[in-house]
């Protein structure tokens, strides 16, 4: 870092001007997660009650991820198991490639999907095998943070992010009801 750097920096106010694109860019993420979510409820409501919270994250530096924005939702509806403690995650993770597998990507693999922490193992396999039979545009992975199946699409644009979404709902639809009671 140089002298000069620092006063481009002072005098142009660069380094607030970069929090607040950050700010701005995660705000922005976080609502189209809030809306991914509910389209997600939207198609099994059974799962979830409508009065249950949602639990926010947002992390640029969190162990295994370079940088993750995350909703965790409770799955306490009628339906839901009482055995267990089971939460919708739809996120946005920004991984090293080589941790979904995915030597097929330069850069930062941006994750867009969802999982549901807390399932079974052997429901999310039999999603993930009924996936791979069946004609959907979606990869899977295991989760670094816990046990259970990422659902996803790599993005690299809000169109894809727009497409992901619809596929992902979509997916939901379909499986969704195996994370209910038996």
Do not use: C
Not at 75 to 102: C, F, I, K
Request: hydrophobic share 35%; proline share 4%.
């Amino acid at each position: 870092m140089t002298d000069e750097f620092l006063t481009e920096g002072l005098q142009s106010d660069r380094y607030l001007k970069a929090i607040q694109l950050i700010s701005q860019f995660e705000d922005e993420i976080e609502a189209r997660l809030r809306v991914f979510d509910q389209a997600l409820v939207d198609e099994q409501p059974q799962l979830f009650d409508s009065e249950t919270n949602i639990n926010v994250k947002t992390n640029q530096n969190s162990g295994s991820a370079l940088a993750i924005h995350r909703l965790n939702h409770e799955m306490e509806g009628p339906s839901a198991p009482v055995d267990r403690t089971q939460r919708l995650n739809v996120h946005l993770y920004w991984m090293p490639p080589t941790e979904y597998d995915r030597t097929d990507v330069d850069g930062a693999l941006r994750a867009f999907g969802y999982k549901v922490k807390g399932a079974p193992e052997d429901v999310d396999q039999e999603i993930v095998d009924r996936t791979q039979e069946g004609d959907w545009s979606l990869s899977t992975a295991s989760n670094p943070f816990d046990s259970n199946t990422v659902f996803y699409k790599h993005i690299g644009s809000v169109d894809d992010l727009e497409a992901a979404q619809a596929d992902l709902v979509d997916h939901f639809a379909a499986f969704g009801e195996k994370y209910g009671r038996e």
